[in-house]
């Protein structure tokens, strides 16, 4: 019987992995002793009072349920009372955020005895009042497992009489001396109880290092149908020499059973439950009670005959164990199962191994084959970080040149030369290039505080965090609007008035201070542009992608300033301030608005809304471009413009190129009719969600044989057939004989969309990617959280929690193939060996093409015969 671990205690048992079993039980922190104190006729106060040895503690009634085991009075016979409300505690009392557990506890320390009072009415003082406390206890390195304390409370020396009264004591010392009773060896044939599938406990564990081995037991998995009804299955451990693993029938009291369990428990019945291996039973010396467990001279199987409503129905579950040997014990292990066709000897995907707290996802047959890889398929992983940053760098650098353009600043151009080249003391243009040289030192101070104050982990959640981009969204709008001219985003004038007074100063420090009033007086100008910069850089996840782009943004602004002054004739060819300048803002305020919906689609995306599809996104940005056009010409007008006498021939050409803009994005609604897609636009590859993400065109439908066993089969861009779980993909491949075409993408990546949409739509990749491989799409940045158990868990390799399916897939990649590079497209055999190098991205489908058919070629199915 798969039985269900009803006894919270049994949690910690994992708590055995940290120290010797030997000494642990020799220690007894905690000394309880038990007195009555009667309140009136019919009432007293039960009192538990713990004296705890220095450094130790113990855990409050109340704590969390997360964190360690509660301490907890157990009753066995209260005939005689009625409890009146909780136990009052006192004592030395602790509560907080607990290093150890990670969550908020309450714990009483060794300077006070720790004391719970619980009142009772007594209706019969004849009998006694038994039972025991279950307590807990850990220093500041290691915990002890739960302990039971056996007390008995006679009242019979309470009637009459009023005060505290001893009652019969048990404490932690009598326990420890308490000899127990010999556990005879029970027979081998094991008779279980009613044979029911049930659920067994995740169980949780300290943060604390692991065993000396991380997979005792290697697990394979087979099913046989018998009938329709009927299905056979067998679990094979494999055990490692020296190390034990536990029957499913030991007793709960001691180690940790193995358990199996099934997703749809209401859909299976288990008929037959059977264990065979090399069993031994009895009193085992670390746990102190009998158990059943097998050794590793022969393989420890299990086999269950289980009904079905369906026998081509998938099934999928986990099976759990715990495995010792003789000095230490690993915690639960969770090996998950799934079995798709249910025939003779299907296998199931071997998923990440977990320890309680940590998981590890290198697959070793996948990892030596990426270390050992020597096929001539793909090229080398390079980094692309310096060509990134040069991208920010332009990105900022036109920014710049933008502001410059603006009514706040291009004014100020002439004007601050003008006062340069009156300076008797200096040249002009030594002051220019100090003026110019404060600006950039401002701004790039600018993008390093940002820097600092993220960090490198903040910037990278940026990217697809959908708080982060919400909070982008709304900012953008709002810099769009003060771009209309409906408000100005300003800053205290005071602040302005004492960098002025700074500058009269003269000399060096005056010049500065000349240049941080400019950037003051200009923010409602510069401060979108600047603003729209830095959330685009940080947004890159480059930790120095903040500072980039804030030396290219300085470096167009301040550029000017140093030129003129040196060249003071050259103003003369500047054009006259004027409206022009405010259409200018105008046009930037569209730009904002546009670039908006961009930030939203990401959060839409990696938290599968599901409300802002390629239909909608392209819609705004054609309506933002048919309103710009309108703008330009004449036919809109905005609070800061001046009458439009005439349109110049600057603004009608402005006026064109956003007409052909909106045209443009409307051919993005063209239909492929060989993918029955949208025809993604080249120029909005990374903007725009992929063209697959629709409202109103329909997939092909997908083969409901595969889409029903497994659950992340789906399509993906081009309308190829997909997986988005690399085990489901691994399955799938074994049975196909496919090898699998490894995706690692991303919601926000750019490059990833440009593959997608301009290359995949290419015939010859396009019947590659939907005949010939098993292509498996995981995504980095989904946002999607995952389960609770899987939230707890740290990543070996990163230290990061498992909080969301993107951080799953991220990890898997980093695991095995040390890079988190966006996109890497990796060519896999079924038996998880590498056929290609990792490609990442690189334009051009010929190149693309060479490295699948090169896979394709190098690929020999014959070898997995010996799979």
């Known amino acids: 019987m798969i039985k269900f671990l009803k006894d919270t205690k049994s949690l910690f048992l994992v708590c055995l992995t940290i120290f010797s079993f030997g000494s642990l039980f020799g220690q007894n922190p905690v000394t309880w002793s038990f007195s009555v104190e009667k309140i009136s006729d019919k009432e007293a106060n039960l009192v538990f009072k713990?004296?705890?040895?220095?450094?130790?503690?113990?855990?409050?009634?109340?704590?969390?349920?997360?964190?360690?085991?509660?301490?907890?009075?157990?009753?066995?016979?209260?005939?005689?009372?009625?409890?009146?409300?909780?136990?009052?505690?006192?004592?030395?009392?602790?509560?907080?955020?607990?290093?150890?557990?990670?969550?908020?506890?309450?714990?009483?320390?060794?300077?006070?005895?720790?004391?719970?009072?619980?009142?009772?009415?007594?209706?019969?003082?004849?009998?006694?009042?038994?039972?025991?406390?279950?307590?807990?206890?850990?220093?500041?390195?290691?915990?002890?497992?739960?302990?039971?304390?056996?007390?008995?409370?006679?009242?019979?020396?309470?009637?009459?009489?009023?005060?505290?009264?001893?009652?019969?004591?048990?404490?932690?010392?009598?326990?420890a001396a308490t000899e127990k009773k010999k556990i005879e060896p029970a027979s081998e044939e094991i008779k279980p109880e009613t044979p029911a599938v049930s659920v067994v406990i995740p169980v949780n564990?300290?943060?604390?290092?692991?065993?000396?081995?991380?997979?005792?037991?290697?697990?394979?998995?087979?099913?046989?149908?018998?009938?329709?009804?009927?299905?056979?299955?067998?679990?094979?451990?494999?055990?490692?020499?020296?190390?034990?693993?536990?029957?499913?029938?030991?007793?709960?009291?001691?180690?940790?059973?193995?358990?199996?369990?099934?997703?749809?428990p209401k859909a299976i019945k288990l008929i037959e439950n059977k264990e065979s291996g090399d069993k031994k039973e009895g009193n085992d010396p670390i746990f102190g009670v009998n158990v059943i467990k097998f050794t590793s001279l022969s393989p420890f199987v299990i086999t269950h005959l289980l009904e079905v409503e369906d026998a081509k129905s998938p099934i999928k579950g986990y099976l759990t164990y715990m495995s010792c040997d003789d000095k230490i014990c690993t915690p639960p292990i969770d090996v998950e199962f799934s079995f798709n066709d249910n025939g003779p000897a299907t296998a199931a995907a071997v998923a990440p191994v977990t320890d309680g707290s940590t998981i590890d996802q290198r697959i070793p047959e996948l990892y030596n084959s990426f270390k050992n890889n020597d096929s001539t398929c793909g090229t080398e992983i390079k980094s692309s970080e310096n060509t990134g940053l040069l991208w920010t760098f332009l990105f900022g650098f036109g920014g710049g040149l933008l502001a410059l353009l603006t009514p706040c600043v291009f004014p100020?151009?002439?004007?601050?030369?003008?006062?340069?080249?009156?300076?008797?003391?200096?040249?002009?243009?030594v002051n220019g290039m100090?003026?110019?040289?404060?600006?950039?030192?401002?701004?790039?101070?600018?993008?390093?505080?940002?820097?600092?104050?993220?960090?490198?982990?903040?910037?990278?959640?940026?990217?697809?965090?959908?708080?982060?981009?919400?909070?982008?969204?709304?900012?953008?709008?709002?810099?769009?609007?003060?771009?209309?001219?409906?408000?100005?985003?300003?800053?205290?004038?005071?602040?302005?008035?004492?960098?002025?007074?700074?500058?009269?100063?003269?000399?060096?420090?005056?010049?500065?201070?000349?240049?941080?009033?400019?950037?003051?007086?200009?923010?409602?100008?510069?401060?979108?542009?600047?603003g729209t910069a830095l959330v685009q850089a940080a947004t890159k996840g480059a930790v120095i992608g903040?500072?980039?782009?804030?030396?290219?943004?300085?470096?167009?602004?301040?550029?000017?300033?140093?030129?003129?002054?040196?060249?003071?004739?050259?103003?003369?060819?500047?054009?006259?301030?004027?409206?022009?300048?405010?259409?200018?803002?105008?046009?930037?305020?569209?730009?904002?608005?546009?670039?908006?919906?961009?930030?939203?689609?990401?959060?839409?995306?990696?938290?599968?809304?599901?409300?802002?599809?390629?239909?909608?996104?392209?819609?705004?940005?054609?309506?933002?471009?048919?309103?710009?056009?309108?703008?330009?010409?004449?036919?809109?007008?905005?609070?800061?413009?001046s009458p439009l006498k005439k349109l110049t021939k600057?603004?009608?050409?402005?006026?064109?190129?956003?007409?052909?803009?909106?045209?443009?994005?409307?051919?993005?609604?063209?239909?492929?009719?060989?993918?029955?897609?949208?025809?993604?636009?080249k120029l909005m590859s990374g903007l725009a969600p992929p063209a697959h993400y629709n409202f109103f065109l329909k997939d092909q439908p997908l083969n409901e044989d595969i889409a029903t066993k497994y659950p992340s089969y789906t399509k993906c861009a081009q309308g190829?057939?997909?997986?988005?779980?690399?085990?489901?993909?691994?399955?799938?491949?074994?049975?196909?004989?496919?090898?699998?075409?490894?995706?690692?993408?991303?919601?926000?990546?750019?490059?990833?969309?440009?593959?997608?949409?301009?290359?995949?739509?290419?015939?010859?990749?396009?019947?590659?990617?939907?005949?010939?491989?098993?292509l498996i799409s995981l995504y980095g940045d989904d946002d999607f959280p995952t389960d609770e158990s899987m939230q707890k868990l740290r990543s070996k390799y990163t230290g990061q929690r498992m909080r969301n399916v993107g951080k799953v897939w991220a990890d898997f990649q980093m695991a095995n193939f040390e890079t988190s590079a966006q996109p890497l497209y990796i060519m896999v055999s079924p038996d998880q060996k590498l056929i290609t190098n990792p490609r990442p991205y690189q334009e051009g489908v010929k190149d693309y093409l060479s490295f699948l058919e090169c896979g394709l070629s190098s690929y020999k199915p014959e070898a997995l015969s010996n799979m």
């Not at 300048?581 to 839409?604: I, W």
């Not at 809304?609 to 004449?634: C, D, K, N, P």
């Not at 443009?664 to 239909?671: A, N, Q």
């Not at 015939?763 to 590659?768: A, E, H, L, M």
Request: net charge neutral.
């Open 50 to 175: 713990g004296s705890i040895k220095s450094g130790w503690y113990t855990y409050s009634q109340f704590t969390e349920d997360n964190g360690p085991i509660p301490t907890e009075i157990a009753y066995e016979q209260q005939d005689g009372i009625k409890l009146l409300g909780k136990g009052v505690e006192t004592g030395d009392k602790k509560e907080g955020m607990d290093p150890m557990f990670e969550v908020n506890v309450i714990k009483y320390s060794s300077k006070k005895p720790f004391v719970i009072k619980q009142k009772v009415q007594i209706s019969d003082f004849s009998k006694p009042v038994t039972g025991y406390i279950s307590y807990m206890t850990c220093n500041d390195e290691t915990c002890l497992p739960p302990k039971d304390v056996d007390f008995s409370f006679d009242l019979s020396g309470l009637k009459g009489k009023t005060g505290s009264v001893e009652p019969v004591k048990t404490n932690s010392a009598d326990l």
């Open 205 to 264: 564990t300290l943060n604390v290092p692991k065993g000396e081995a991380d997979h005792p037991v290697s697990w394979d998995f087979k099913s046989e149908v018998i009938n329709d009804r009927q299905i056979l299955i067998t679990y094979t451990g494999a055990v490692k020499k020296g190390w034990n693993v536990y029957s499913q029938f030991t007793s709960e009291d001691g180690p940790i059973p193995t358990g199996i369990v099934y997703e749809q």
């Open 412 to 429: 100020m151009i002439p004007i601050t030369v003008s006062f340069f080249t009156k300076d008797n003391k200096r040249k002009g243009w």
């Open 434 to 530: 100090i003026y110019g040289g404060s600006i950039v030192g401002i701004y790039v101070a600018l993008g390093l505080l940002v820097t600092m104050v993220f960090g490198a982990e903040a910037l990278n959640r940026l990217s697809t965090n959908w708080i982060a981009n919400t909070l982008f969204f709304l900012i953008f709008i709002a810099f769009a609007f003060s771009f209309f001219g409906f408000y100005e985003l300003t800053l205290p004038s005071s602040w302005t008035t004492k960098t002025d007074k700074m500058a009269d100063k003269g000399g060096f420090i005056g010049i500065f201070f000349m240049a941080f009033t400019l950037a003051l007086v200009s923010f409602s100008c510069t401060g979108p542009i600047v």
């Open 546 to 641: 903040p500072l980039t782009v804030m030396l290219g943004f300085s470096l167009a602004l301040a550029l000017p300033f140093g030129l003129f002054a040196a060249f003071p004739t050259w103003l003369n060819s500047l054009p006259k301030s004027g409206s022009w300048m405010n259409s200018v803002k105008v046009v930037l305020g569209f730009l904002e608005l546009a670039l908006a919906f961009k930030f939203l689609s990401v959060a839409d995306m990696t938290n599968h809304w599901g409300f802002l599809r390629y239909e909608i996104f392209v819609g705004v940005w054609v309506v933002v471009f048919a309103l710009m056009t309108l703008y330009l010409f004449g036919f809109i007008k905005f609070p800061h413009d």
């Open 650 to 681: 600057m603004r009608i050409g402005f006026g064109i190129v956003a007409l052909l803009s909106t045209i443009y994005l409307l051919s993005g609604f063209m239909i492929n009719k060989d993918t029955n897609n949208y025809n993604a636009l």
């Open 720 to 774: 190829i057939d997909c997986f988005k779980d690399y085990y489901e993909g691994l399955a799938y491949a074994k049975e196909s004989g496919k090898p699998m075409l490894l995706d690692f993408t991303g919601y926000g990546c750019v490059n990833c969309r440009k593959t997608e949409e301009h290359i995949w739509v290419d015939d010859r990749v396009r019947k590659i990617l939907k005949d010939d491989v098993v």
